[in-house]
T-cell receptor
Framework: DAGITQSPRHKVTETGTPVTLRCHQT?????MYWYRQDPGHGLRLIHY???????DKGEVSDGYSVSRSKTEDFLLTLESATSSQTSVYFC???????????FGPGTRLTVL | ELKVEQNPLFLSMQEGKNYTIYCNYS?????LYWYRQDPGKSLESLFV?????AVKQEGRLMASLDTKARLSTLHITAAVHDLSATYFC??????????????FGTGTRLKVLA
């Protein structure tokens, strides 16, 4: 257990509303990641962070923003949710001394 | 563009049989990871392969890495129903900020029939 929690675990929202997903870790890991998982696509990287206030885009970042104001929290924001953002979102951490990523429990987001 | 391809995408097999899942990738990388995902659950790390020729085994699963061929295999020996899950490989690649990111394969959905 890498001490990763995600909130909310499930959310249903309407098109055009803002949504923020939270990833919280308890073990002071430097690297944090947000992925989305869709059938037929595996997991795709949205954004990642390599330190407080240090973030960068992944391969599917359009429509998403992130913030990391403290080590333990990495927030993913959908500024104006669209139906194409209906997905399962996973947060992951990477230990400073290793290469392996560990995943949180996921958030299932439905945009109507 | 780095691509990671898994095959087969779906695999239905009888208990007791052997089978291999393949993971091909299109760029140089010395690190490859295998994960398991049960329906509705998160990803669980199975194997970390960090060099050419690496072989790891856990129970009925064995993973290997050939970086020259850009190929990893996940071999299942004498399958049991509990192995039914989706299996993902992920390749490590350097990213612009000096860190590394994963590129995932699309997954292999394994169903083991009693």
């Amino acid at each position: 257990d890498a001490g990763i929690t995600q909130s909310p675990r499930h959310k249903v929202t309407e098109t055009g509303t803002p949504v923020t997903l939270r990833c919280h870790q308890t073990e002071n890991h430097r690297y944090m990641y947000w992925y989305r998982q869709d059938p037929g696509h595996g997991l795709r990287l949205i954004h990642y962070s390599y330190g407080v206030k240090d973030t960068d885009k992944g391969e599917v970042s359009d429509g998403y923003s992130v913030s990391r104001s403290k080590t333990e929290d990495f927030l993913l924001t959908l500024e104006s949710a669209t139906s194409s953002q209906t997905s399962v979102y996973f947060c992951a951490i990477r230990e400073r001394s290793g290469y392996e990523q560990f995943f949180g429990p996921g958030t299932r987001l439905t945009v109507l | 563009e780095l691509k990671v391809e898994q095959n087969p995408l779906f695999l239905s097999m009888q208990e007791g049989k052997n089978y291999t899942i393949y993971c091909n990738y299109s760029t140089t990388s010395d690190r490859l990871y295998w994960y398991r995902q049960d329906p509705g659950k998160s990803l669980e790390s199975l194997f970390v392969l960090l060099s050419n020729g690496a072989v790891k085994q856990e129970g009925r699963l064995m993973a290997s890495l050939d970086t020259k061929a850009r190929l990893s295999t996940l071999h299942i020996t004498a399958a049991v129903h509990d192995l039914s899950a989706t299996y993902f490989c992920a390749v490590d690649t350097a990213y612009t900020s000096g860190t590394y990111k994963y590129i995932f394969g699309t997954g292999t959905r394994l169903k083991v029939l009693a």
